[in-house]
C-alpha cells in the first residue's frame, strides 16, 4: 500500500518520531553501560532500517517503522474495562489455533528485512509466551518493547532481560496503588513496584504503560506520580488514551477539550524529567495527518495472524500465517480505509476506527 496523502509526508513523519524516540532513549540510558552499548547499536541499526523503508517507498511500497503484535489471548488478570475482554479477544486460556513460535518468528525476520525497527508485543499477557519472546530477542535490529501487567515476570526473565537488551519491559499502572489496584486487582500494585525495583537494582531498563482517564488524568501527569517512577528506575512512560468499550464508558475517555491540557503536561514533564522518554498514543493526531493505523504508521497482528488496522479496530481480511506483512500492507481494508478518509474523522477516546466501527464494518461486509 503506498502513502497516498500528497500533502502530509508519512514516511518522513514517522522516520522522525523514530529518530526521537531513539534520540530520547540514547540521552535517558546514557549513564547505564549495557543500556548504552545496546542503545548506540540500535541508533545505527534504526537508521538503516529508516533507508530500507524510505527506498521502498520509493518505488510505490509503503512501509510502516512499527508493528504491534499480540503474541497470545491470555491473561492472568480480569482488569475493569479492558478493551480485549470486552470483544472477547482475551481469555483464561491458550486457544488452539494461535500462531506458533516458529510462526512469529517468521514475522519476526521478514519484519527485520524490510526495515521495521519496533514491534510492540501485547497480548493477553505476553510474558505467558516465553517461546516468542526468546525468539524476538534474536532480533537486535528490532527494539520490542513488551507491554505487560508485570505480575508473571519471574526471575527467568530477569536473565533474559539482562542479556538481551532490545527487550524492553513496559509494564501496565493506572496510578497510585488505590487507583491501580481498583482496576487491576488487590495487590497488583505492590507486585508490580516489586518488579520495578527488581529491574532497577539489576540495572535493566524498563517503561511503564498508563491508560489515560478523565478520572486519573490529573494524577497520572503529576510530578509526584513521575517522581516515584523515576525513582523506581523507569526510563519511559507511555500515555494510552482511554478507548471506551461501553456507551456507559464514554465520560472515562478523553475528549479534544482534553488534548492541550493533555499535551502541555508531557512538554512540561519532558523538559523536567530528561532522564525518562515521554510518548502519547494516539498523541495529536492533527500532526500527523490523521491516525496513523491501517499500515500507515504501524498496524496490529492477532494472537491467530490476523491483520488488523489496530487493537481498538479488530478487523481483518487478510492472515500473515498464509500470507506476509507485505502483503498484508495490501490488504484491500488498509486500503479502503486510507482511501475512504476514516483515519481522519474525529472521534471520541483513544482510536477513532473503534468510535467509527459501524464504518468500518460496512467496509468489511462489501469486501467480502
Same mark, same amino acid.
Given at each position: 500500500m503506498s502513502s497516498n496523502d500528497n500533502s502530509f509526508d508519512i514516511q518522513e513523519y514517522m522516520t522522525k518520531g523514530v529518530v526521537r524516540v531513539v534520540t530520547d532513549s540514547v540521552r535517558a540510558t546514557a549513564k547505564n553501560p549495557k543500556e548504552a552499548l545496546f542503545m548506540s547499536s540500535f541508533a545505527l541499526a534504526s537508521a538503516k532500517a529508516s533507508k530500507r523503508r524510505a527506498a521502498l517507498e520509493k518505488k510505490g511500497e509503503h512501509i510502516p517503522p512499527f508493528l504491534i503484535a499480540s503474541i497470545t489471548s491470555k491473561c492472568n488478570l480480569h482488569c475493569a474495562g479492558c478493551y480485549s475482554r470486552a470483544n472477547e479477544s482475551c481469555t483464561d486460556d491458550d486457544p488452539e489455533d494461535q500462531l506458533t513460535g516458529d510462526e512469529w518468528e517468521k514475522i519476526f525476520a521478514e519484519a527485520d528485512e524490510l526495515g521495521v525497527s519496533f514491534i510492540l508485543l501485547a497480548g493477553g499477557e505476553p510474558l505467558m509466551r516465553y517461546d516468542v519472546i526468546r525468539r524476538a530477542a534474536t532480533h537486535r535490529n528490532i527494539m520490542f518493547p513488551v507491554f505487560t501487567n508485570g505480575t508473571v515476570l519471574h526471575e527467568k526473565y530477569m536473565d533474559m532481560l539482562d542479556n538481551?537488551?532490545?527487550?524492553?519491559p513496559v509494564i501496565s499502572i493506572e496510578g497510585d496503588e488505590n487507583t491501580t489496584d481498583e482496576r487491576r486487582g488487590e495487590g497488583v500494585y505492590g507486585?508490580?513496584?516489586n518488579v520495578m525495583e527488581k529491574l532497577r537494582d539489576k540495572g535493566i531498563i524498563f517503561g511503564v504503560s498508563v491508560t489515560v482517564t478523565t478520572q486519573n488524568m490529573e494524577e497520572v501527569y503529576s510530578d509526584e506520580f513521575v517522581t516515584t517512577l523515576s525513582d523506581l528506575g523507569c526510563k519511559a512512560i507511555i500515555y494510552?488514551?482511554? @478507548?471506551? %468499550?461501553? #456507551?456507559? &464508558?464514554?465520560?472515562?475517555?478523553p475528549t479534544e477539550e482534553h488534548h492541550p491540557y493533555m499535551q502541555?503536561?508531557?512538554?512540561?514533564?519532558?523538559?523536567?524529567?530528561?532522564?525518562?522518554?515521554?510518548?502519547?498514543?494516539?498523541?495529536?493526531?492533527?500532526?500527523?495527518?490523521?491516525?496513523?493505523?491501517?499500515?500507515?504508521?504501524?498496524f496490529h497482528i492477532n494472537s491467530h495472524g490476523g491483520a488488523e488496522p489496530c487493537p481498538f479496530s479488530?478487523?481483518?481480511? @487478510?492472515? %500473515?500465517? #498464509?500470507? &506476509?506483512?507485505?502483503e498484508a500492507m495490501k490488504s484491500p481494508l488498509f486500503y479502503a480505509l486510507n482511501a475512504e478518509g476514516l483515519l481522519l474523522d474525529t472521534h471520541i477516546g483513544g482510536c477513532t476506527l473503534h468510535a467509527n466501527r459501524e464504518q468500518v464494518e460496512a467496509l468489511i461486509a462489501r469486501k467480502s
Open positions: 538481551n537488551r532490545n527487550i524492553v507486585q508490580v513496584i494510552v488514551e482511554y @478507548v471506551p %468499550v461501553t #456507551d456507559d &464508558s464514554e465520560t472515562l475517555a502541555s503536561k508531557a512538554l512540561e514533564l519532558r523538559e523536567r524529567y530528561p532522564g525518562i522518554v515521554f510518548i502519547s498514543f494516539p498523541g495529536d493526531e492533527k500532526t500527523s495527518g490523521g491516525c496513523v493505523a491501517a499500515g500507515r504508521g504501524f479488530p478487523y481483518s481480511d @487478510v492472515n %500473515v500465517r #498464509d500470507s &506476509s506483512i507485505r
